[in-house]
Protein backbone atom coordinates (compact mmCIF):
# COMPACT_ATOMS: atom_id res chain seq x y z
CA UNK A 1 0.00 0.00 0.00
CA UNK A 2 1.10 3.47 -0.45
CA UNK A 3 0.08 6.99 1.88
CA UNK A 4 -0.23 10.18 0.05
CA UNK A 5 0.13 13.85 2.10
CA UNK A 6 -0.25 16.86 0.74
CA UNK A 7 0.21 20.03 1.53
CA UNK A 8 0.43 23.86 0.48
CA UNK A 9 -2.67 24.96 -0.36
CA UNK A 10 -4.30 28.13 0.96
CA UNK A 11 -5.90 31.48 0.10
CA UNK A 12 -3.76 33.30 -3.03
CA UNK A 13 -4.60 36.34 -5.24
CA UNK A 14 -5.02 36.18 -8.41
CA UNK A 15 -0.84 36.41 -9.77
CA UNK A 16 0.38 34.94 -7.38
CA UNK A 17 2.23 31.73 -6.26
CA UNK A 18 1.98 28.58 -4.63
CA UNK A 19 3.86 25.39 -4.16
CA UNK A 20 2.41 22.05 -3.53
CA UNK A 21 3.45 18.67 -2.11
CA UNK A 22 2.79 15.27 -1.91
CA UNK A 23 5.02 12.81 -0.04
CA UNK A 24 4.53 9.28 -0.91
CA UNK A 25 5.10 6.50 1.86
CA UNK A 26 4.72 2.88 1.90
CA UNK A 27 5.44 0.82 -1.21
CA UNK A 28 6.83 3.37 -3.22
CA UNK A 29 9.06 1.11 -5.85
CA UNK A 30 5.81 0.51 -7.16
CA UNK A 31 4.86 3.96 -8.15
CA UNK A 32 5.59 4.40 -11.88
CA UNK A 33 4.52 8.31 -12.14
CA UNK A 34 3.01 10.89 -9.78
CA UNK A 35 0.22 13.90 -10.90
CA UNK A 36 -1.82 16.01 -9.20
CA UNK A 37 -5.44 16.93 -10.05
CA UNK A 38 -8.08 19.01 -9.44
CA UNK A 39 -11.85 19.34 -8.94
CA UNK A 40 -12.97 22.63 -9.43
CA UNK A 41 -17.01 23.34 -7.61
CA UNK A 42 -19.24 21.76 -9.55
CA UNK A 43 -16.77 19.89 -12.36
CA UNK A 44 -15.17 16.86 -12.63
CA UNK A 45 -11.55 15.78 -11.37
CA UNK A 46 -9.49 16.54 -14.31
CA UNK A 47 -5.48 16.18 -14.69
CA UNK A 48 -2.98 19.24 -14.07
CA UNK A 49 0.41 17.58 -14.28
CA UNK A 50 1.98 14.65 -14.01
CA UNK A 51 5.89 13.26 -13.99
CA UNK A 52 7.11 10.07 -14.28
CA UNK A 53 9.92 8.17 -12.53
CA UNK A 54 12.04 8.86 -15.07
CA UNK A 55 11.23 12.35 -15.12
CA UNK A 56 8.83 12.96 -18.56
CA UNK A 57 6.37 15.56 -17.70
CA UNK A 58 3.15 16.38 -18.75
CA UNK A 59 0.77 19.16 -18.46
CA UNK A 60 -2.89 20.27 -18.68
CA UNK A 61 -3.11 22.95 -21.60
CA UNK A 62 -4.02 25.76 -19.13
CA UNK A 63 -1.59 25.35 -17.05
CA UNK A 64 1.37 24.90 -19.27
CA UNK A 65 3.79 28.02 -18.57
CA UNK A 66 2.75 28.69 -15.21
CA UNK A 67 2.38 25.33 -13.56
CA UNK A 68 5.89 23.29 -12.87
CA UNK A 69 5.69 19.78 -12.17
CA UNK A 70 9.02 17.89 -10.20
CA UNK A 71 9.54 14.79 -8.41
CA UNK A 72 12.32 13.92 -5.69
CA UNK A 73 13.04 9.99 -5.93
CA UNK A 74 14.97 9.79 -3.25
CA UNK A 75 12.24 11.90 -0.59
CA UNK A 76 9.39 10.30 -2.48
CA UNK A 77 8.26 13.53 -3.13
CA UNK A 78 6.30 15.19 -5.76
CA UNK A 79 5.64 19.28 -5.95
CA UNK A 80 3.56 21.40 -7.58
CA UNK A 81 4.91 24.92 -8.22
CA UNK A 82 2.25 27.34 -9.49
CA UNK A 83 2.96 30.67 -10.48
CA UNK A 84 0.57 33.43 -11.81
CA UNK A 85 -2.51 31.42 -10.50
CA UNK A 86 -5.89 32.82 -11.85
CA UNK A 87 -9.32 32.64 -9.99
CA UNK A 88 -10.17 29.76 -12.53
CA UNK A 89 -6.99 27.69 -10.78
CA UNK A 90 -9.43 27.43 -7.47
CA UNK A 91 -10.31 23.73 -6.55
CA UNK A 92 -9.24 21.30 -4.46
CA UNK A 93 -6.57 19.89 -5.52
CA UNK A 94 -5.38 15.57 -5.62
CA UNK A 95 -1.77 14.13 -5.51
CA UNK A 96 -2.05 11.04 -7.05
CA UNK A 97 -0.24 7.73 -7.52
CA UNK A 98 0.62 5.56 -10.44
CA UNK A 99 1.13 2.09 -9.59
CA UNK A 100 0.46 0.34 -12.64
CA UNK A 101 -1.06 -3.35 -12.40
CA UNK A 102 -1.77 -2.52 -8.71
CA UNK A 103 -3.46 0.41 -8.80
CA UNK A 104 -4.05 4.11 -7.79
CA UNK A 105 -3.74 5.76 -4.84
CA UNK A 106 -5.37 9.10 -3.90
CA UNK A 107 -4.07 12.21 -1.24
CA UNK A 108 -6.71 13.06 0.93
CA UNK A 109 -6.78 16.57 -1.70
CA UNK A 110 -5.90 19.92 -0.19
CA UNK A 111 -8.26 23.82 -1.23
CA UNK A 112 -6.12 26.06 -3.54
CA UNK A 113 -8.46 29.58 -3.31
CA UNK A 114 -7.16 32.13 -6.02
CA UNK A 115 -9.14 35.48 -5.34
CA UNK A 116 -9.60 38.10 -7.82
Known amino acids: QVRLVESGGGLVQAGGSLRLSCAAS????????MGWYRQPPGKERELVAA???????NYADSVKGRFTISGDNAKNTVYLQMNSLKPEDTAVYYC??????????WGQGTQVTVSS
Open 96 to 105: NANRGVYGQT
Open 51 to 57: VTRGGTT
Open 26 to 33: GSTFRINA
